[in-house]
């Protein structure tokens, strides 16, 4: 027993901040932004926090799938940027939503709404519920160094959701692998003033080493779609469209050209919202569903890689 995507949600705060205004703050350009990175603008939050937007795009996944906040059975959340360690994103959503079920966090960064949907599919598996809400969301204005030019123009913030239910099988099959380390991606936490303590730690911001990533990031990318195709004896031309991680549309090119297929098959908009981390599979998910392009029965495969070094992909049916 597994599931299906039964609704689709998403929210983005209305501050949008233009390349050109980032170039008023740091030395770039929109020219260098676009071609490097495929971003135009982005949405910043001015006055929500991470579960505030969190809400506000569950809100819009659970009008979708018809479903009420009291007929969910879990809430799972994921983001690097909440507003508290404790409670986390999900307890603020259930608390917001006025739902009851049991809520949790998952931290995966930008791979995390594929290991949501694996962590649920845990759970219905074991007929533990019928309904599960998922949510991405991030606040990463919140943790940038906005004087570092190769981290402040990539990021965004938004949410995005998703009400999975337990009456079709549709999510057919998953790859997961975590390559343990933080010399190329590192989130450094707020160390304390322990008296105590004698370790140093960088200061609180996205720390990114672009290339690595950059490489990674392809190479996990082509490798996971391969391993997906394989393991269920499907090629490209089966499936629909590829939702992958919004990190950098030059990364979305090498990989179409390297698995030799179409730029159109990866559904892309990072133009809009820059990579918005957990966020930005299903707020790319759920722009798609209300595009009317996906119909019930075709192949999707959903991909992301991110900090851990983390990265996932999975086959659904819609
Ligand atoms: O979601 C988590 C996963 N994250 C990713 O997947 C990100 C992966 N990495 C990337 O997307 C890219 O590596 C970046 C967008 C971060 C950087 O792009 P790049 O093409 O790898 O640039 P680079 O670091 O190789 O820098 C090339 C040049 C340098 O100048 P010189 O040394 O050639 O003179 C940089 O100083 O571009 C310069 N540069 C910039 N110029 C204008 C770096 N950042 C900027 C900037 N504006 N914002």
């Known amino acids: 027993m597994s599931f299906y995507i039964a609704g689709t949600g998403m929210y983005v705060p209305e501050r949008i901040v233009t390349n050109d205004e980032l170039a008023t703050m740091v030395d770039t350009n929109d020219e260098w932004i676009k071609q490097r990175v495929g971003i135009s603008e982005r949405r910043i939050s001015t006055d929500e926090w991470t579960s505030e937007m969190a809400y506000k795009a569950a809100l819009c996944a659970l009008e979708n799938a018809d479903c009420k906040p009291e007929d969910l059975d879990y809430i799972l959340t994921a983001s690097v940027s909440a507003e508290c360690v404790s409670p986390s994103t999900a307890c603020m959503v259930q608390n917001l939503l006025g739902a009851t079920c049991p809520a949790l966090e998952v931290n995966a960064a930008c791979s995390a709404f594929l290991f949501l949907l694996e962590t649920a599919a845990g759970l219905f598996a074991r007929k533990r519920a019928k309904k599960i809400l998922v949510v991405g969301a991030e606040r990463l204005s919140g943790i940038l160094d906005w004087s570092d030019r190769s981290t402040c123009i990539i990021f ?84 629909s469209y590829i939702v992958p991680h919004q990190a950098n549309k030059r990364i979305i090119d090498f990989a179409a050209k390297r698995l030799k297929t179409s730029e159109e098959k990866f559904y892309v908009n990072i133009e809009h919202y820059g990579n918005t981390s957990s966020a930005s599979v299903p707020i790319a998910l759920d722009e798609l569903n209300r595009s009317g392009r996906l119909k019930r029965g075709d192949y999707i495969i959903l991909c992301a890689f991110g900090g851990g070094l983390a990265n996932a992909a999975c086959l659904l049916r819609w």
Do not use: R, W
């Open 156 to 239: 965004g913030d938004g949410a995005g959701a998703a009400v999975l239910s337990c009456e079709k099988d549709n999510y057919l099959d998953s790859v997961v692998t975590v390559h343990g380390g933080d010399d190329v991606i590192k989130i450094p936490h707020f160390i304390g003033c322990s008296p105590f303590f004698t370790k140093e730690n960088d200061s609180p911001y996205i720390h990114m080493q672009g290339q690595e990533t950059f490489k990674y990031a392809v190479n996990a990318m082509c490798g996971d779609i391969t391993a997906i195709l394989e393991q269920n004896h499907l090629t490209l031309d089966d499936i």
